[in-house]
């Protein structure tokens, strides 16, 4: 799938928003990718999965036991992916403020893990997966994105694979251009404020 047919993806899925979003970081940005209306749509869901499932090397990809996300952003997007790589899915949650494994998902000692999430930003989040997924007796060997928008910011010890990448600013709250100063800001994920 070419760079015009995902960002067509995602217009489609009425999924590009503008305005003055807190994002998970606590920084600040003018645009927002809002997965969760990307996935909203089965078939659309499927389709990007299965281009993001291609690029990964055969050989990294037959190694990968169970796909594991972070919540929310995460779980649809780790659930199409595991179906397009034909594994089970399974997700981190934070109820009481830390990622963990819940639910009875349990992973074997070593289990090869691929990380999925919908969006990179700083990075932060997709560590804190991987270290609840490693505490939890996994061993992460890669992680996908739909999206990456660290601007190559976001670096890893494990192959990072995402179906697209965008440069997109964002700011320190205290240091905002004017015209984002002038919109209030409003927080669409479920990281709690810190
Ligand atoms: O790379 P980062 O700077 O960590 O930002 C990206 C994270 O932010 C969003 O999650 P959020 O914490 O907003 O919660 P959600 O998954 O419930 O939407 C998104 O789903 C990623 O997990
Ligand atoms: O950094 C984030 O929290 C974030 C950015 C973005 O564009 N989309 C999203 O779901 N989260
Ligand atoms: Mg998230």
């Not at 739909?146 to 660290?150: E, P």
């Given at each position: 799938m070419t760079r015009d047919e995902v960002l067509e993806e995602f217009r489609a899925a009425d999924a590009l928003l503008e305005g003055h979003f807190i994002l998970s970081s606590g920084l600040r940005s003018s645009r927002y990718l809002q997965c969760a209306r990307v996935l909203m749509d089965p078939a659309r869901g499927s389709r990007l999965a299965e281009a993001l499932a291609a690029q990964i090397p055969a050989e990294l990809r037959i190694q990968i036991s169970a796909v594991v996300s972070p919540a929310m952003g995460g779980v649809i997007a780790g659930h199409e992916m595991a179906r397009a790589l034909g594994v089970e899915a399974m997700f981190v949650e934070r109820p009481t403020g830390s990622f963990e494994l819940r639910r009875g998902f349990r992973l074997e000692p070593g289990q090869k893990v691929l990380m999925m999430e919908d969006v990179v930003t700083t990075g932060l989040s997709s560590r804190e997966a991987i270290k609840a997924i490693e505490e939890a007796g996994g061993q992460v060997i890669a992680m996908a994105s739909?999206?990456?928008?660290?601007g190559g910011k976001a670096e890893f010890d494990i192959p990072f694979f995402a179906l697209i990448e965008l440069d997109v600013p964002a700011y320190q709250p205290d240091a905002l251009p004017p015209e984002l100063a002038a919109i209030p800001p409003v927080k669409p994920g479920s990281r709690a404020a810190a």
């Open positions: 739909l999206v990456d928008r660290s």
